[in-house]
């Protein structure tokens, strides 16, 4: 069974850039996250998907960070204009939910999408 | 407040000697799931374990073993006989549902092992 996908594996941009990830997720599977991970730091979620609807987005940066999931499948993140606090790996993530609300369910990780802003 | 706490941000230890990576969590929810994952260099995070609010019984898979503690509000981690391929950072999650009864998943923020040869 495939993993998650990721592309492009990493990133170099130049501050006020805009960038863009994608995200296919395992098969099947209908949550979508996207977490940030900072240098030294955990995981932190940005956005989570269920299906093409949004459930948390509660962390992300709305001013320069927004991401969609059009038809419940793959998924893309773009910041615009970034930061140079932006400089993270972002990891997608996704599960199978076999009910609408578990709190159980195991989340599988993508590679993650190295990103450097200078 | 920190929702994960992972005290040991870096460990040491020489190959074969056994350590053990703690992880104390705070939550309100009566059910709520915990996770360990595993970061190697290549940054996927790697799926350990999972164990729910309710079964407190330990679990040993090879040479890694869970201890769950409710009481304490723990789950720490153990590997006996460490390898040189156990090097990563480890990290420890809580599962609960969030306000829309969604899973949110909080991560702690990791004890990076390095096992000496």
Redesign the interface.
């Known amino acids: 069974e495939a993993g998650v996908a990721q592309s492009p594996r990493y990133k170099i941009i130049e501050k006020r850039q805009s960038v863009a990830f994608w995200c296919n997720p395992i098969s099947g599977h209908a949550?979508l996250?996207w977490y940030q991970q900072i240098l030294?730091?955990?995981?932190?979620?940005l956005i989570?998907f269920?299906n093409n609807g949004v459930?948390?987005d509660s962390q992300l940066p709305k001013d320069r960070f927004s991401a969609e999931r059009l038809k419940g499948v793959d998924s893309t993140l773009k910041i615009q204009p970034a930061k140079l606090e932006d400089s993270a790996?972002y990891?997608c993530?996704s599960?199978l939910v076999v009910t609408?609300?578990?709190?159980?369910?195991?989340?599988?990780?993508?590679?993650?999408s190295?990103l450097t802003v200078v | 407040a920190q929702k994960v706490t992972q005290a040991q941000t870096e460990i040491s230890v020489v190959e074969k000697e056994d350590v053990t990576l703690d992880c104390v969590y705070e939550t309100r929810d009566t059910t709520y799931y915990l996770f360990w994952y595993k970061q190697p260099p290549s940054g996927e995070l790697v799926f350990l374990i999972r164990r729910n609010s309710f079964d407190e019984q330990n679990e040993i898979s090879g040479r890694y073993s869970w201890n769950f503690q409710k009481s304490t509000s723990s789950f720490n981690f153990t590997i006996t006989a460490s390898q040189v391929v156990d090097s990563a950072v480890y990290f420890c999650a809580l599962s609960e549902p969030n306000s829309g009864g969604y899973q949110k998943v909080t991560f702690g923020i990791g004890t990076k092992l390095q096992v000496i040869p």
Request: a negative charge; aromatic letters at 14%.
């Open positions: 949550t996250y030294g730091q955990g995981p932190k979620l989570q269920q459930v948390d790996v990891l993530a599960s609408g609300k578990d709190a159980g369910n195991t989340i599988y990780f993508g590679e993650g190295w």
